[in-house]
């Protein structure tokens, strides 16, 4: 993989990027319900995708990237992020890496340049599947609050 390169350097800033996504979580409107979770375990969660990114990106299953992103969609629901919240926040986490490659990239030549291309390519297609993931955990986890809600309510 030509952007391995790249990748690499993701890995071995993971903590300067997970601080940076924190602190871009916290301050925008459209993820303030991410003010509800302590700053370090958004830290954690985001340093340990960015720490393994090309397991993520190269190794892991269908299946492995759907269990982790159920289960953590239904954290978030639990903890009261809105749907539409977590979606930005993942967003964010997109832009916030392709924001990182142009500022560190320098493609001086063709092969740099595909390099840059494909892990871009990489990246957009493992987030439309967390992002689908996600939505399909937060779905189920609300629908499941509600039939417990249904139970629970006495019968006259």
Known sequence: MLGLRLMRLIE?????????????????DRTS??????TEEVV???????RHL?????????AEIEGRFRELAT????????LHQLVWALTISRNHLRQFLQAESCADNIVALYGELELQQ?????????????VLGYTGATERNSE????SVPRR
């Not at 090309?54 to 269908?62: A, V």
């Not at 957009?124 to 993931?133: E, G, S, T």
Request: proline fraction near 2%; include cysteine.
């Open 12 to 28: 071995r800033h993971s903590e300067e990027l997970a601080f940076g996504l924190a602190r871009k979580l916290r301050s925008a």
């Open 33 to 38: 319900d991410f003010r509800k979770i302590p």
């Open 44 to 50: 954690l969660a985001a340093a340990d995708i960015y």
């Open 54 to 62: 090309g397991e993520w990106l190269l190794h892991k299953t269908e």
């Open 75 to 82: 954290r978030r629901a639990a903890e009261g992020v809105s």
């Open 122 to 134: 990489l990246l957009n297609q493992f987030f439309d599947r967390v992002i689908y993931y996600c």
């Open 148 to 151: 417990r809600e249904l139970l």
